[in-house]
Nanobody
Framework: QVQLVESGGGLVQAGGSLRLSCAAS????????MGWFRRAPGKEREFVAA????????KLADSVKGRFTISRDNAKNTMYLQMNSLKPEDTAVYYC?????????????????WGQGTQVTVSS
């Protein structure tokens, strides 16, 4: 069992930055690939970014490439999402998730554990 808690969301103006954190507890954090997903009002949940267990492999959605960076610190049991040049369309609830598979996945159904989410609102 892995418990995940997101933090770092908030209200920011377009062009600004936020860093989301996902703190994990429970079973060994370093054995899981991790991902970020988001759900905007009235839309389906979508993939944002994912990182392998050791940080050696990452994937980013096309919509955030060049603006967002995913990273992790296994010594701190924490994953991060650095979000720069934020746009109003980035407004959503952001969720972190843990995947016991060894590969980095972009599909939500492959993830085993989910956090409660943190709200990110980008004003124009």
């Amino acid at each position: 069992q892995v418990q995940l808690v997101e933090s770092g969301g908030g209200l920011v103006q377009a062009g600004g930055s936020l860093r989301l954190s996902c703190a994990a507890s429970g079973r060994s954090f370093s054995s899981y690939a991790m991902g970020w997903f988001r759900r905007a009002p009235g839309k389906e949940r979508e993939f944002v970014a994912a990182i392998s267990w050791n940080g050696g492999s990452t994937k980013l959605a096309d919509s955030v490439k060049g603006r967002f960076t995913i990273s992790r610190d296994n010594a701190k049991n924490t994953m991060y999402l650095q979000m720069n040049s934020l746009k109003p369309e980035d407004t959503a609830v952001y969720y972190c998730a843990a995947d016991s598979a060894t590969l980095v996945h972009t599909t939500a159904r492959t993830y085993d554990y989910w956090g409660q989410g943190t709200q990110v609102t980008v004003s124009s």
